[in-house]
């Protein structure tokens, strides 16, 4: 039995409109909007969506791209400022499916860390949107590398850590960066969650993975109580308004009273229904299955995150029609596992037709993310994949592919230039556009770099 | 024919009997040859007599039943070597117990059968420094491996190598000590320790040196000092008998550290790490001190939050000989993308670049003469890639170690019995 949407019908002060799951406010980064025409001319254009123009030109007008193609067909408006990039390459700004921007400076100083809280495991009510540091050193860095877009996760030492955001990484503060708040929530069963360190006697529940379904299980069940006791009392509170209405003088029922808040339960709802994207994480063959039928059983809508070892069963996640956030592809195989085990895993997966994206699953490191894309068609994944892998694929899987992810008409103007191929390490990233508007190609390092070579 | 001749040769590797092997002629040919020392040879080839280089050229002669490999046009290169290493280990990296701890023998540790050893093998990686960690400020004494797995213990010791010791600095000895309420806690404290570890093994020095005086003199009263282990270590290492390696991050430390080598009288032979290293490459370079540093690993913690990716090159231009280096299981296996980045940042050469992974960390690890090159008398250590080493696409075909295949990518159970067969 589907419950009824309740969620119009309970009142915006109370804080609801996380239950609405739809409103979802798409700031293309700033206020201040482009306001004049740039025509970037003579590149090597990567569209992603449709092949490469060898000699192309793109326009970028109000934050947008307004025109791709050869150089032939594309005439620069009057007054456009045109660049001329030839030689270069151009191609869509990377999109980073698993960071912690924003959320962490220096990993070792706590005070600058607000990665995960660990005094529950259960904790769908911590939104990264909260804890985001818009004026972190980390963002500038990695968008030198032409990382333009990137999902903020809590590390995944809790089984529900809270929820992602998905962001620009430039802007004038973190209202403009944060492109959609709690725009998913990972699960995470990969056996981290377990508090299961120091002995037996210092042990807590949940200490074995059967612990953390029971506890999971619990939450989901308490959110669909929830979800019934706010239905009833909508209901009743209908019911009196109506009676009222048509007798005024019969025999009046009491107001009906309103059910507590429940932050944790409010906040897995868009969850319940399917209106919000899990984000399930599990490592092994037997984690992996035990974390799809915890999914299946509450009809949780996901997508799979790292299944670094579960290479026994690719075919059964291929059955699965999920895409995979995949990686790090740089995680040590098991003991009984081949040397190139997890390098091959995109191909793999590739093959079998699975729609893959990469991650950093950093914050210092995102300005790497293309290398483990160019590292994966060493081990047999296709070159134009890998590229969708950072691009086109990530934005439709966190379902922005009509704002993001290729270079066409109409998208968000989040253009990378380059020295050459994006995915290769020796590549030197020259220009980066963020919704049409240039970006300061400095940072704290290049600074540094630039007051020590005087 | 010549594939079985190949696939008998490399299980006969693999299975550890490769001493008939020794004496085998083998000829690389069709390569593109990284010597590294003198250029790039298109069209190579290599003579590998008993697991030395004995030529190097576009032909070179070799007898006639030399085992011919053809490597299809390939790059080609001396193997990788890691300056910074803790693989192969297991939990026994840090004898934390006391800030001054010479006398651990890494070799003691050395766990032949990791896996590790045979990833970083796959990488390309045929020698490795194994240091103690840097939990002390004076740590144990390094071992240098050679990536031969499948092979005995012994036999993937590096003969003869020369020793090293590790010393730290900065955050982790006063983090390990300061949070247990001993010395050191602080920076003062650090170097408070390691001057008064080598004022003692001066004293040590002295005593001993009072006795073989007296001895020479005929003294029948003499009585020798105690051997003590620790003190010997540092003695040597006031001697010059062992290579000091720093883990150190901040540029004034490394200050500090030149005027205490230069207060006791010992070399410096590399910092680790380095991250700020560009603030005071002058320095180092007139010290003739190397560094093994990340190409763009930072903000880990406070003293790696001036790390920036030109580190390695502004280095480099001032005259310091300079390393790229995994301190990882995960980066040790893929070094060549580690060295390709200084490419990018700052402008290194394609052999500039391919040397901060191969001669300039053989120089620190001190079998520059023998490993790092390919030069004739040198160890056959060699890297067949597939595609180019310096990019994101390089992976190793096939390595050999003294002439003998080690990896070969066809065959990916090589060198050990645990890994299954394909897919």
Redesign the interface.
Known sequence: MQPPAISYQLPAKSGFLALLGLTIVFVMGGAVAQDKTLVLRGGKLLTVTHGVIDNGAIVMYGGKITAVGDVSEIHAPAGAQVIDVTGMTIYPGLIDSETQLGLTEISAEEMTNDLVELSDEIMPQMHTAEAFHAESTLIPVARMNGITNAVVAPEGEDTLPGQDSFIQLAGANATEMLLIRDNAMPLNFTGDQRRNKGGFEKRKFPSTRMGLAAQLRQAFLDAQDYKLKWTDYQRKKADAALNKDKDQNKDKKPEPLAPKRDLKSEALLPYLEGKKMIVLAAESPSDLQTAVSLANEFKLKFVLNHISHTQPVLDYVASLKVPVIVGPIYEAPKEDERYDTVYSLPAQLYKRGVKIVFASYSAHNVRNLPDQAGFATAFGLPYDEALKAITINAAEIWGVSDQLGSLDVGKTANVVVANGDPLDVKTDVKRVFIAGREVPMTDRQVRLRDEYSK | MLSSVWLTMALATASGQSEGAAHRDIVIRNAIVMTVTHGNITNGSIYIKDGKIGAVGETVNAPAGATVIDAGGKYLTPGIVDSHSHIALDDDVNEATSPITPHMMMKDAFDYQD??I??AL?GGVTTSLLLHGSANMIGGQAVVIKHKYGASRDDMLFPNAPRSIKFASG?NPKRVYGSRDQLPSTRMGNFAVQREALVQAQDYMSEWDNYNERVKRGDKDATPPRHDLKLDALADVLRGKIMVQIHIYRADEMLTEIAMAKEFGYKIRAFHHALEA??VADQLAANNIAIATFS???????E???????NAT?AMRKGVRVAIKSDS??YT??LN?EA??T??YGGATEEEALKMITLNPAWIVGVDDRVGSIDVGKDADLVIW??YP??????PEKVLIDGDVYFDRSL??LGTT???EG?
């Open positions: 896996k590790a045979y990833r796959a955050e560009y603030k763009d690993w930072w903000g880990y913690k406070q790696a939050w001036d790390a920036i990716p030109w502004m299981e995960d296996r893929r993308q390709a980045k490419m990018r597939d595609g310096l990019s994101s696409y390089g992976v990916p159970s645990h890994y299954t897919k």
